[in-house]
């Protein structure tokens, strides 16, 4: 399979993609995206800037957000650039913080940052499986709370206030072979986000999640190269999805065309729930076919 991972990914090129949305969607509104400084983050974020969103973007790694940063403001937008390890508290106090003396408002958040390594469920050893728990289940959870404090001591939704919280998770229906320790921790997410799309509501609060299937971004070359030669066959399109198509759809959900949507889980994956086969690890000789 020829992924272009690179050409896919490339700030000019998802600037230019055709969006079916229009340029002031999110004009004098504030979007928080983490896990910006690369693949689905970038793109969420850069989607967002170009319908006129003012941005809050972190993620661990200062030079990757600061090259986002560069391309936004270049664009005549607007950013506000904190690194933060979402797995810690007092990080992600000190980042709704800075966005709140920046901007005076939130009106979305995307948890995207996370990721995993590929390893049989039998060899994970009990640092591995906290590392990607903390990722992706404490990483996402404390995200959400911090947000949903914030909204609740900023006072009472008006209607034309979003509150919108869309998390990244992966397609957990059947499970993904190479990455049960992932596949628990946004099980985790989506059940909670099911439950706090009710506990919320009263705040004005929509609590959604996007689900992708295999897609094109530079977290793939973590895969080893026998998994990569079958991504192909992960769904009946038989091929990734794009960094944009993902972006689409958290767009979908955080603007008001999901003004009547909690508690779901969208899952943009090419049908790959229903057909195809993802071996994140290698497919194991019990599994080959001849
Ligand atoms: C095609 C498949 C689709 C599946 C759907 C999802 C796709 C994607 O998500 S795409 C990619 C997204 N991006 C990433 O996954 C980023 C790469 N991953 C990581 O950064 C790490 O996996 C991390 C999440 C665990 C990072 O956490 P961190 O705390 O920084 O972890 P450490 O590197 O310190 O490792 C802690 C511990 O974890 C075990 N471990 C880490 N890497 C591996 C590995 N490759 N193989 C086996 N075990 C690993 C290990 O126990 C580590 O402890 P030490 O042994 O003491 O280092
Ligand atoms: N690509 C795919 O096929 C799929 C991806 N996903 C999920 O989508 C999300 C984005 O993945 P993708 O874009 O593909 O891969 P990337 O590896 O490019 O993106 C992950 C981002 O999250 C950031 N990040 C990771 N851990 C933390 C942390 N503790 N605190 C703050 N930031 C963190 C990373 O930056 P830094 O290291 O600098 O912190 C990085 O920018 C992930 O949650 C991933 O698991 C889900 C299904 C499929």
């Not at 919108?164 to 985790?188: D, F, L, Y």
């Not at 003004?259 to 729930?273: A, H, K, M, P, Y």
Request: charged share 20%.
């Amino acid at each position: 399979m020829r992924l272009d991972i690179d050409a896919l990914n490339a700030p000019e090129a998802l600037w230019a993609a055709d969006t079916v949305y229009r340029a002031d969607l999110f004009r004098d509104r504030v979007a928080l995206v983490s896990g910006a400084g690369s693949g689905i983050g970038r793109a969420v974020a850069l989607l967002f800037a170009r319908l006129g969103a003012r941005l809050v973007i972190c993620g661990r790694t200062l030079e990757k957000l600061d090259a986002v940063a560069d391309f936004v403001r270049a664009k005549g937008g607007e950013v506000l650039a904190v690194p933060t390890n979402v797995r810690e508290p007092d990080q992600v106090e000190n980042l709704f913080a800075q966005a709140h003396a920046h901007y005076g408002r939130i009106d979305c958040v995307v948890n995207n940052a996370g990721g995993q390594f590929p390893q049989h469920a039998i060899d994970f050893t009990p640092k591995g499986w906290s590392a990607v728990i903390h990722n992706n289940l404490t990483g996402t959870w404390l995200m959400m709370q911090r947000a949903a404090r914030y909204w609740r001591d900023q006072g009472a939704a008006s209607a034309s206030m979003l509150r919108s919280i869309c998390n990244i998770v992966v397609v957990t229906e059947r499970g993904m072979p190479g990455v049960a320790h992932t596949v628990a921790a946004r099980a985790g997410i989506i059940g909670a986000s099911r439950t706090v799309a009710v506990e919320w509501a009263p705040l004005g609060i929509r609590v959604n999640c996007v689900a992708p299937g295999l897609t094109a971004t530079e977290g793939l070359r973590v895969y080893p190269p026998a998994a990569q030669k079958e991504f192909p066959l992960a769904n009946p399109m038989k091929r990734p999805g794009t960094p944009m198509e993902i972006a689409e759809a958290v767009v979908y959900l955080s603007a008001p065309s999901g003004s009547f949507i909690t508690g779901e889980v969208l899952t943009v994956d090419g049908g790959g729930r229903l057909w195809g086969e993802l071996w994140t690890a290698g497919r194991p000789e019990y599994y080959q076919f001849s």
